[in-house]
């Protein structure tokens, strides 16, 4: 008698599980998004999608190993894709994409860094895919750089983290963009020192 009951209380908690659960709703945005490693779904990597008010943008690289980058509206389905003039070497999959939208709206992109100069764009306006020519940040310690993350603060600022120098070497670098005035400024040098040594 036990068993009986204990097999039936098993089973009604499945049954109120299942009425819970929420169905996915999946939705395709591209057919052509690069394939041959991980570069577009790496583990370390941040922020492939973010959201800025309404609007949701997203970043990948195609199979031409182009930056591209989409917007939707929350609650629609249709995607407006945009593909970059930005090349980044999609065969590494260290070389990730990060993205963040500022508080004014702007979109910022870093891409295909891998112990390299850095690779970073913004958008010409708010709400626009359309990035602008390559920028420095700072200016200095920008050439070997890896693991870019944003990282949007509070009051709409953004922090820029990498890792400068290869492996074993390297420092964690931190810079801030503020968005009042439009300009990077570096918050840290070297929050972890790699002190040449693993």
């Not at 439009?182 to 020192?193: A, S, Y």
Request: aromatic share 10%; proline share 1%.
């Amino acid at each position: 008698m036990n068993r009986k009951i204990a097999i039936c209380l098993v089973l009604l908690s499945l049954f109120a599980i299942t009425a819970f659960a929420q169905n996915a709703n999946l939705h395709t945005v591209a057919t052509n998004g690069w394939a041959n490693n991980s570069v577009n779904t790496v583990i370390f990597r941040k922020n492939a999608l973010t959201s800025y008010k309404d609007i949701q943008y997203i970043a990948y690289y195609d199979d031409e190993q182009f930056v591209v980058l989409g917007k939707r509206k929350i609650k629609t389905q249709k995607w407006e894709l945009l593909r970059t003039k930005y090349k980044g070497d999609a065969s590494d999959a260290h070389k990730s994409i990060s993205i963040m939208v500022d508080g004014a709206g702007i979109l910022h992109l870093a891409w295909g860094q891998h112990n390299n100069k850095l690779n970073y764009a913004k958008a010409i306006k708010a709400g626009s895919l359309e990035m602008g020519e390559k920028l420095g940040m700072i200016g200095e310690k920008e050439n070997k750089v890896s693991y870019p993350e944003f990282y949007k603060l509070a009051n709409g600022d953004v922090l820029f983290f990498y890792r400068d120098g290869g492996s074993g070497n390297g420092n964690l670098m931190i810079n801030r963009y503020q968005t009042k005035t439009q300009k990077w400024i570096r918050v840290q040098d070297n929050l972890i020192d790699g002190e040449g040594k693993r």
